[in-house]
């Protein structure tokens, strides 16, 4: 009984040295992931220069996809129109692809007018999930409305958007009404 006690204590030992002074490959905080070299988000805004060519951003070691995007904006369906607003309670336009560009740290312009600078423009038919879609409405003269395109089918491209009248909807460009307003599409990511 003896040995059997003195061998498990030995082997106790063992363990608890070695588990003491191995070094654990669980990353439990991002300064250790730095440190590790596997994590290199700097905490700050990618920003979206005018006319930048459209390449793919990276938050951390996460690629931001247009399908993120996309899915993030239509977390915001049926928020009522605020001017100026980027939050549930209410959100304009610009306010809905700018909140959800920024949730992975992508800064657009807060302004559609603005925004319509950024990126690569792209024709109709080359219009993809995640693209930009701008219009003058009310006879505008100057880009006053922006939305986010949500699928192209070939007869139909269909974007989200905050109306003033709807709030946050999925609306078609088939639509007479933006089908008059449509000015152009950009492309942010790739």
């Not at 250790?32 to 220069?49: D, L, M, R, T």
């Not at 006319?51 to 990276?58: A, L, R, V």
């Not at 399908?67 to 306010?95: P, Q, R, W």
Request: proline content about 1%.
């Amino acid at each position: 009984m003896k040995k059997s006690t003195l061998l498990l204590f030995v082997l106790f030992s063992v363990i608890f040295i070695s588990c003491k002074t191995s070094k654990s490959n669980i990353i439990t905080s991002k300064e250790k992931a730095k440190e590790k070299g596997i994590y290199s988000y700097n905490g700050k805004p990618v920003k979206v220069e005018k006319g930048n060519s459209s390449k793919p951003y990276k938050r951390g070691t996460i690629s931001v996809t247009k399908f993120a995007i996309v899915e993030t904006a239509k977390e915001n369906l049926g928020v009522k129109y605020k001017y100026a607003g980027t939050t549930k309670a209410g959100m304009d336009c610009s306010g809905l692809v700018y909140s959800s560009f920024m949730k992975y740290d992508i800064e657009l312009s807060r302004v559609s007018s603005d925004m319509a600078k950024e990126g690569k423009e792209v024709s109709k038919s080359k219009a993809q999930e995640g693209d930009l879609i701008f219009f003058k409405t009310n006879n505008s003269r100057s880009i006053n409305h922006v939305g986010i395109i949500t699928e192209n089918n070939d007869d139909e491209l269909l974007f989200i958007h905050s109306s003033t009248s709807k709030g946050v909807i999925i609306s078609s460009l088939n639509e007479e009404y933006y089908a008059k307003a449509f000015e152009k599409i950009k492309r942010i990511l790739e």
